[in-house]
């Protein structure tokens, strides 16, 4: 049985993180920036503003002796007590009496349903609601004691350093004195939870570290986006080193071969990247290269890293967090460039997608945040969509109706070999008029080819067609665009910035498929996708066939922040691998849909014992 000590001590050794946190060392010593406090009254306001419903989640699972208890603290934030007003309109004063107008304001309230939103639609490690809801609560009720402990400093620090006047600040008074009890019931009412639901000492110590580990209170007050927002650079001494990398080269049998008109494939050829810096610290990337597309193979790649970027990560030391992700998006271009002219490789993008990922998933865990908080979510979830190869009509239209079976309603089917209507035929007929095909020849027409075929291809509806000719011939695709009557969605054609804008100069898309492996990671493909949502070219974040759950959660977290996604593919995870390397499934599931995901660095856990034994080669290196 879990003591009121143990929870004590959980809720103590979370308040004291955050009270050593070099973010609540600045504050309360006057060493923030202004901006930087209103930042942080803002993220006070978006976190509490809406926390009666949290309670009211906590309460609808706890009908046993603390009900009681719950029942008054929820009554008390919704302001049907006596105690007075409810916690809301106590924020809003707080808001109104910190100088924020009522457009601030009212954005801050958006923010904070927007926030609620987001909860609901990520994925969360729990199993039952038994353990989700004794996540809440342990959530809620350490913020009661972090605050009881912390509130009056933080006031006292805001009016003497930030000017705050005084009773505008009430807010953090009333959470000073009142919460001394509420932390206390939060303790008994844990225990009750415990006991009613009879949860096991092992579920308490795995939820109480998964919830109130990596500073739970600087995650919410000082997230990693108001870092960028405020422009404070806090803590540059935290700059560490990569101590080594290691490189493995995976061979993951699929569950079915899958071909398309420029290649077949049976197996993930997956690359894995792992960083590790002096205290342990890792993080992992991946990437697929593809000679077709970057002109990269799986030897160049691993040749590049270990000669080309590893020795330049080893150079210098990064600082966790936002930092690295810029000076990453800073160095993208010199990393990716071929030193020779003549150089059968347009871009090391693969290569460095690796490394990227490797080193944002290392620094979004130390600074204690995830991917999201730098590419906050757009949607609510992703909806992917099914890929069909290039099969025999019959296997196609087979695996197009399992596709249905489960509620997906955009299919992809590969073209651009012999059969292609046979294909699409038997396609359409498998899953009926409401779902959304699109086509993907792979670069396998001319110009006069792709319009005669799309003509003849007319009767299937086709939404978008895909790289229809070669990857050099913009004109053609530019024709294809004009004659086909079919929107056409550059892929091949796409590997760089510079094509980016060329493709829009020359208005010869709708659409671009945008792959990290293919693109150089996030900070390349973020630089494209904003060019495009610009340009008003509509996005596809694609994926390549075999990725593990690293790079699917990355794909995943670019896809649900940008505003101009129209399909997302990939996250099939073990729908086609074997077997994934990742703890979590990322595969998405009923009607393509998957969920956002918000966990630290890539929000994916890497068994790397799997990694291991997966892994036909490795390659270590240090600095
Ligand atoms: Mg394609």
Known sequence: MISAEQITQAFDSATRQFRQSDVYQELVAGRASPEAAREFLRN??????????????????????????????????????????????????????VGFDQSEIDGLIADARRRLAVFCATRVPASTLRELCLAVLLETMSFEF???????????????????????????????????????????????YLGFHQAPDGLFEQIASLTLGDNIFARHYFPAGS???????????????????TIYRLRIPFHQTFRHALHSREESDAVIVKVIDSDGGRG?????????????????????????????????????????????????SEWTRPEERQSSVTAWNAAFCAVELALLDWSLRADHCALADLLPP????????????????????????????????????????????????????????????????????SADEAIEQLQRLARFKLQSIEQPVRADDLAGMKRARQESGVAIMADESLVTLDQA????????????????????????????????QEAGVKIQVGAQV????????????????????????????????????????VAFGLGGRAPLLQSRGLSVTVKEEVLERLATAKIDLRR
């Open 546 to 585: 075999g990725e593990t759950g690293i790079l699917s959660a990355a794909g995943r977290t670019l896809a649900a922040h940008l505003p101009a996604l129209a399909f997302a593919e990939g996250s099939f995870g073990t729908w086609l691998l074997a077997e994934d390397v990742t703890f979590e499934n």
């Open 44 to 97: 006070v306001f978006r976190t509490h503003f809406l926390s009666s419903h949290i309670v009211a989640l906590c309460f609808a699972s706890l009908p046993s002796k603390a009900a009681e208890m719950l029942r008054e603290n929820l009554l008390e934030e919704m302001g049907r007590s006596d105690a007075g007003k409810p916690h809301s309109a106590l924020l809003l004063e707080l808001a109104r009496g």
């Open 284 to 332: 992992f990337g991946e990437s697929l290269p593809r000679s077709y597309v970057t002109g990269e193979t799986t030897e160049s790649m691993i040749a590049r890293i270990r000669e080309h970027l590893a020795p330049r990560v080893f150079a210098q030391s990064f600082a966790p967090g936002w930092e690295t992700f810029e000076y990453l998006q800073s160095v993208v």
């Open 501 to 532: 804008r060329l493709l829009i100069e020359l208005g010869a898309c709708d659409y671009f498929n945008i792959r990290l492996s293919k693109n150089g990671g996030i900070g390349a493909s973020l630089a494209i996708a904003r060019l495009a």
């Open 378 to 445: 757009a949607r609510y979830e992703v909806v992917y969509s099914g890929v069909i190869s290039a099969d025999a009509p019959d296997d196609a239209a087979a695996l197009a109706k399992r596709m249905a079976r489960i509620g997906i309603r955009q299919i992809k089917v590969k073209v651009g070999i012999i059969d292609d209507a046979a294909r699409l035929e038997a396609v359409r007929k498998a899953v009926g008029v409401e779902v959304e095909l699109r086509a993907d020849a792979n670069g396998a027409w």
């Open 227 to 245: 870092k960028h927002r405020t422009g404070t650079r806090s803590a540059p001494a935290k700059a560490r080193r990569i101590e080594a990398l």
């Open 146 to 192: 972090m605050l009881s402990r912390c509130s009056s400093e933080i006031a006292a620090a805001l009016s003497k350093h930030y000017g705050f006047a005084k009773p505008a600040l009430h807010w953090f008074a009333l959470h000073s004195e009142v919460d001394v009890r509420h932390a206390e019931e939060g303790v008994t009412i844990i225990q009750d």
